[in-house]
C-alpha cells in the first residue's frame, strides 16, 4: 500500500477531523493508498498541541506554512484555514508542487477563485480536490449510481440544501464565519454553498439563471463570550435561491438551493431531493441510513424506504448493516482522494471528490445570487463546461 504523506495548514475543527479519519485507516479494507500526518502548521500552539500528543509520525510543526510547503518530505497538503487565506496558500501549495485537498469555498469570492483556478492550470502535475463529505453517505453513493446509469428520466425539480441552526441563539458570539473580511461576502453561502452544490454539479446539471433571496437575521453578536458589548454580524445568515438548470441528457428544470444557518428545528441537516418522471428519490441526514425512492411506471405513486445502512462505496471492516454517520463521511471522502491521487481514477462518477472546475461553477452561482438579491431579479449565470470523469 502506498503512504501519501501529509501536512495540515490548519489544525482547527477540520484539520482534527482529517487527522482522526487517518487514525483509523485500518478502518478501511485494502485501500491503495494511505496518508500519514507528518507536518502540521497553525499560528496557535495550542491547535497543534493535539496533533503533537496524538500523532506520532508528526516530525515537523510550524507556525509558517511556507517552512511547511519547503518541506521535501510532505507529499500533499490539507488546508483547513479561513477563506480570505485560501487565495494565497492554496496558490503557494500548488507552487511548490504540493499535492492538495482544499476547504471550500476555495477562494473568499469569484475572483479569488479564479485566481487559484489560473495557479491549477499552471500546474497540471498537481492533484486538486475541494472538501464535500456529505454526498459519501451510502444513501447518497446510491443516487449517484442511479443518476449514473440513468434511472430518472426527465428531471422535474431539483432541491439540495444545507439547514444548520448554529445561529439561532442570537446571544452566541461573533467569529471568523460571520464577518466578512474572514468569511467573505457570500456569507452563508461560503460556508455551507459547496455542499449544496456538489450533487447537482456532479450530475451535470448546470446553471442558467439564479434568483435569490438573502437573509440578515441577527444584526450584532457579542464580541466574546459573555461579554456586553455587541459587534456588527455583518454576513448573509440565510440563502435561498432558485436556479434554472439545464440537464445536457435534455430540459431544463428548476433547482432550489437553500443554505440557513438559522434554520429553526434543523441543527446540521444535508439534504437532497430529485423529482423526475421515472424515479425520484429522497435523503436527508436527519436519517442517515434511509433512502426514499419512487418509482413510476403509469401505475400507483408508492414511496419505497431503502435502508442503505454501512454499505460504504470504499469497503471496511464494518458490517452492512449498521449505521453509518458524519466521521464516516470524512474518512470515505478521504479514501476517495487517497484512491484517485494514488491510481488515477475511482470506483464510480460520485466516488471522487469535488474539483476545480466544479468549485468555479459553484462559485459562479454564489457570486449571480450576490448580484440577483441587490437587483431584486433573477440574473444570468454562466452554465461552464461540461463535467469530466
Ligand atoms: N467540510 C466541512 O464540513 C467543514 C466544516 C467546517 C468548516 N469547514 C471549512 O474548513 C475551513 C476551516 O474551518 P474550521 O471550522 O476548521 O476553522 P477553525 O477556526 O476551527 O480552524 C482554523 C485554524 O486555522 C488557524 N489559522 C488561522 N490563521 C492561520 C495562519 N495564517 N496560518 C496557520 N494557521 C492559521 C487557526 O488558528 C485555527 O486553528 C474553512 O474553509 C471552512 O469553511 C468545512
Not at 473568499?108 to 472538501?131: H, K, M, Q, T
Not at 453513493?141 to 430518472?152: D, H, K, P, T
Not at 461560503?190 to 435569490?212: I, N
Request: include cysteine; charge should be neutral; aromatic fraction near 10%.
Amino acid at each position: 500500500m502506498k503512504t501519501i504523506r501529509f501536512g495540515i495548514i490548519g489544525c482547527g475543527l477540520m484539520g482534527r477531523e482529517f487527522a482522526s479519519a487517518a487514525a483509523r485507516w485500518c478502518h478501511l479494507v485494502d485501500p491503495p493508498a494511505r496518508p500519514q500526518i507528518v507536518a502540521v502548521c497553525d499560528t496557535s500552539d495550542r491547535a497543534m498541541d493535539w496533533f503533537a500528543r496524538n500523532f506520532p509520525s508528526v516530525a515537523q510543526r510550524t507556525d509558517d506554512y511556507r517552512r511547511l510547503l519547503a518541506n521535501g518530505q510532505v507529499d500533499a497538503v490539507y488546508v483547513a484555514l479561513p477563506h480570505h487565506l485560501h487565495r494565497q496558500v492554496y496558490l503557494d501549495v500548488i507552487a511548490a508542487g504540493k499535492h492538495l485537498m482544499g476547504e471550500k469555498p476555495f477562494g473568499i469570492d469569484l475572483a479569488a477563485n479564479s485566481e487559484i483556478n489560473r495557479g491549477i492550470e499552471a500546474r497540471p502535475d498537481v492533484f486538486v480536490r475541494c472538501v464535500s463529505q456529505f454526498p459519501f453517505f451510502p444513501a447518497v453513493q446510491r443516487i449517484g449510481r442511479m443518476i449514473e446509469s440513468g434511472q430518472f428520466g426527465r428531471i422535474i425539480g431539483v432541491s439540495s440544501g444545507f439547514l444548520h441552526s448554529s445561529d439561532l441563539d442570537a446571544d452566541k458570539p461573533i467569529n471568523w464565519k460571520r464577518q466578512v473580511d474572514t468569511n467573505g461576502v457570500y456569507g452563508v453561502m461560503a460556508d455551507l454553498g459547496m455542499h449544496a452544490c456538489h450533487v447537482p454539479l456532479r450530475a451535470g446539471w448546470r446553471p442558467r439563471t439564479v434568483s435569490a433571496v438573502l437573509s440578515k437575521l441577527v444584526p450584532t453578536r457579542p464580541a466574546s463570550k459573555g461579554s456586553a458589548q455587541r459587534v456588527p454580524c455583518e454576513t448573509w445568515d440565510n440563502a435561498t435561491l432558485l436556479i434554472d438548470a439545464v440537464d445536457p441528457a435534455g430540459g431544463s428544470f428548476p433547482w432550489t438551493l437553500r443554505t440557513w444557518r438559522i434554520a429553526p428545528g434543523h441543527r446540521n441537516a444535508w439534504y437532497v431531493e430529485i423529482l423526475a418522471d421515472r424515479t425520484s428519490v429522497r435523503f436527508d441526514t436527519r436519517s442517515p441510513g434511509s433512502l426514499q425512492v419512487m418509482r413510476y411506471d403509469g401505475g400507483e405513486q408508492n414511496w419505497q424506504t431503502i435502508e442503505a445502512g454501512f454499505e460504504t462505496t470504499y469497503p471496511t471492516i464494518t458490517g452492512s448493516i449498521f449505521e453509518f454517520g458524519f466521521t464516516d463521511a470524512v474518512q470515505q471522502m478521504w479514501a476517495a482522494f487517497t484512491c484517485e491521487l494514488a491510481t488515477g481514477r475511482t470506483p464510480g462518477l460520485f466516488a471522487g471528490c469535488v474539483r476545480p472546475e466544479e468549485v468555479a461553477i459553484s462559485h459562479r452561482i454564489f457570486d449571480a445570487a450576490l448580484r440577483s438579491a441587490a437587483a431584486g431579479m433573477p440574473v444570468d449565470c454562466a452554465p461552464g463546461g461540461p463535467p469530466g470523469r
